[in-house]
């Protein structure tokens, strides 16, 4: 049996040969290790439930995955986290399930949609997760709870949201392609997600349930090929700042309530490229080529200063509600300033 892949060495290097193949993986002083033969063994740190999936992690601590994990079938999650203060570096390898997604005209389909979870937590905060892929889950990559950090992770081919988050988590520097939910999804308040890639999503590139988000830096392609999704959208007040929007199947970025809105490229949506469901600030933005306005406020008190907006097929700027909105600067509006619409 192995020394129970708990290490107590300062470095630890461990030489895995797999049908030919040798791979070298590494785990630092203190750190558990993960992988496959650890898994279907039932050895620590994943003997919680017995041998097989999940790998359940019941006590705080660093875990390390030094081999892929696969998953054997769409309905199985493939680690749960039972307690708060975890860190998993998935090390640059993979957790596989056997879904597969990919674009089939203006629908998303995919092979094995199940209930299956990457890595889950319903009752652990502050985890971290980073550095790996986890791709062909049933349902979501990763679901996690409050004051959890996801960092570089590549998901694809997941069967329902990509990533899934609390209040006061940092979504950071992921990739995110070919899923049949939304690629964010933040049910809490006060999250970032920041420098992000979200291509050829079904739903929302970014979905904030509550307020105080910060999403900064992220460039989101190809979203709502199911009912419309935006690119970004949030239902409370946020701060929405250098992003990339790109051919949303809805609304460009929607923010719900008051909200910053700057320095954003937003073209091609299928509906507005910018709207305020409330008192919100679009300051130094570029809209273009949208199917309907370029921003669009829905309550007087609005503010937007220093734009481009050109080529939006029903005008540069609409305010629904009754009252005005306050030009703080000039803006460009198909080639001139004025930009107010009907």
Known sequence: MRSAVFRGMSIAVVVMVVLGATAVVSAGEG????????????????????????????SSGSYVLTGDLVAPDQNTDVIVVR?????????????????????????????????????LSS????????????????????ALQDRTTVENIQVRDAGSEAIIVGS??????????EVKGS????????????DCQVSIIDKVGVYVELEGATITGNT??????????????VAGSA????????????????????GLVRGNVVYNAQNSGIVFGGMGSAIDNM????????????????????????????????????????????????????????
Request: net charge negative.
């Open 31 to 58: 750190v558990m290790e993960i992988n496959q033969t650890v898994v279907e063994q039932g050895l620590p740190p994943c003997s919680y439930l017995g041998a097989g999936f999940p790998c359940d992690i019941n």
């Open 83 to 119: 307690s708060d203060n975890v860190t998993i570096d998935l090390n640059g390898f993979s957790i596989i399930g056997p879904n597969d997604c990919t674009l089939n005209d203006t629908v998303i389909e995919c092979t094995a949609v199940g209930g299956g979870v990457g890595i």
């Open 123 to 142: 009752i652990g905060d502050n985890i971290t997760v980073r550095n790996g892929t986890i791709r062909g889950t049933g349902d979501s990559a990763i």
């Open 168 to 177: 006061d988590s940092h979504v950071v520097s992921c990739t995110v392609t």
């Open 183 to 194: 690629a964010v999804y933040l049910f809490g308040s006060n999250a970032v997600v920041r």
């Open 220 to 233: 989101i392609m190809r979203t709502g090929f199911f009912a419309g999704g935006e690119g970004i959208y």
């Open 239 to 258: 701060t929405v700042v250098g992003n990339t929007v790109h051919r949303s199947g809805g609304h460009g970025i929607v923010v719900g309530a008051n």
């Open 287 to 342: 809209v273009s080529i949208c199917d309907e306005y370029g921003i669009t406020f829905s309550a007087a008190g609005g503010a937007f200063g220093g734009n481009t907006i050109d080529g939006n097929l029903l005008g540069p700027v609409y305010v629904t509600g009754p009252g005005a909105v306050v030009e703080l600067s000039t803006n460009a509006c198909d080639g001139g300033i004025m930009c107010l619409g009907p």
